[in-house]
Nanobody
Framework: QPQLVESGGGLVQPGDSLRLSCGVSGGSFSSYAMAWFRQTPGKEREFVAATVWSGMVKDYADSVKGRFTISRDNAKNMLDLQMTNLKPDDTGIYFC????????????????????WGQGTQVTVSS
């Protein structure tokens, strides 16, 4: 069972940038599809971005496309999310997730397809 640990959250102002990281220990990171989701109180977990095991295919929610970039370093077992031009609607707890048997050329936006989850890191965008 791999362990996923997010870091990098914080309180920022609208228009600021923030970089989230997810370190994965145990398991087989380089074979996992990876994703970021976010959640706010009273709402379901929302897909943000995902990438296949190789990093060659990426998918983004429309709300973050052009502002967020997902990347991975398989040598370091790290997943990142670079967030720019942050908006108040980006506020939430951000979770990284791993899918054991993801496809090579496509990713999933369904939280139920992901097998392992981190505990989350809080991002608050407020003036």
């Amino acid at each position: 069972q791999p362990q996923l640990v997010e870091s990098g959250g914080g309180l920022v102002q609208p228009g600021d940038s923030l970089r989230l990281s997810c370190g994965v220990s145990g398991g087989s990171f380089s074979s996992y599809a990876m994703a970021w989701f976010r959640q706010t109180p009273g709402k379901e977990r929302e897909f943000v971005a995902a990438t296949v095991w190789s990093g060659m295919v990426k998918d983004y929610a429309d709300s973050v496309k052009g502002r967020f970039t997902i990347s991975r370093d398989n040598a370091k077992n790290m997943l990142d999310l670079q967030m720019t031009n942050l908006k108040p609607d980006d506020t939430g707890i951000y979770f990284c997730a791993a899918e054991r048997y993801g496809a090579a050329a496509s990713t999933s936006r369904r939280a139920t397809d992901y097998d392992y989850w981190g505990q989350g890191t809080q991002v608050t965008v407020s003036s």
